[in-house]
């Protein structure tokens, strides 16, 4: 319905806790869709039926280390979270707008680039067809 799942966070080397876009790594051998479900469905538990691979970036210069950005459709339902160890959170639900506003305001733990860019280079109706349609825009 055009909501985003942010994750507020404690991580236990944390001073205090902070919204996240899900986030983690991909196991060897492991697909990068199946590695974004794991890592949707173990940060918040929510169960989607697709995921659309929008944005392939790297982030550091001359080093091997991409960070990709999905975007889930066709919400199916929840289950357990599957958090680490002294892992806290909270799933929160928020408009593209908010998420735009976090962004700008640097809000979010992690910095969003895909958002920041999108945002930097005055396109942010282009993100909101995105997220709206992101097979149009799926790089798969």
Do not use: C
């Amino acid at each position: 319905d055009g909501e985003i799942a942010l994750v507020k966070e404690q991580q236990p080397h944390w001073d205090k806790p902070g919204f996240t876009l899900v986030a983690g790594m991909v196991n060897p051998d492991e697909d990068l869709d199946v590695a974004a479900r794991r890592e949707l469905e173990e940060e918040t538990g929510l169960i989607f039926e697709r995921y659309h691979l929008v944005h392939i970036e790297t982030t550091t210069p001359a080093v091997e280390w991409f960070t990709y950005t999905f975007v889930a459709t066709g919400y199916t339902g929840t289950k357990e979270k599957k958090l680490d160890a002294g892992e806290k959170n909270e799933v929160v639900k928020v408009s593209l707008d908010k998420l735009i506003d976090m962004t700008r305001n640097r809000e979010l733990f992690y910095r969003p680039r895909f958002i920041e860019d999108m945002i930097m280079q005055n396109k942010t109706g282009e993100l909101r067809e995105l997220i709206k349609d992101p097979s149009r825009y799926s790089m798969e």
